[in-house]
């Protein structure tokens, strides 16, 4: 993930609150829409990340944020 000291206020809003505020962001990427080595993502306030981690055996592990209500 790319980290930015300030969200693009120009682009989408973050699709976890909904705003554009000046925050740091970070780009995440889009599965299924890499052509040609480039990747689409979109950019996602720090502070709204809210990530964990499920370990299945040693080696197997699994990052992930659950969205929404």
Do not use: S
Not at 7 to 24: A, H, L, M, S, V
Not at 32 to 52: F, K, N, S, Y
């Amino acid at each position: 993930m790319k980290t930015f000291d300030h969200f693009n206020p120009d682009g989408e809003p973050c699709p976890i609150c909904g705003k554009r505020d000046g925050t740091p962001a970070v780009l995440i990427p889009v599965d299924g829409t890499e052509e040609d080595g480039i990747i689409q993502a979109v950019q996602v306030h720090v502070g709204c990340l809210d990530l964990r981690m499920k370990r299945y055996w040693e080696k197997h592990q699994l990052i992930y944020q659950c969205i929404g209500g």
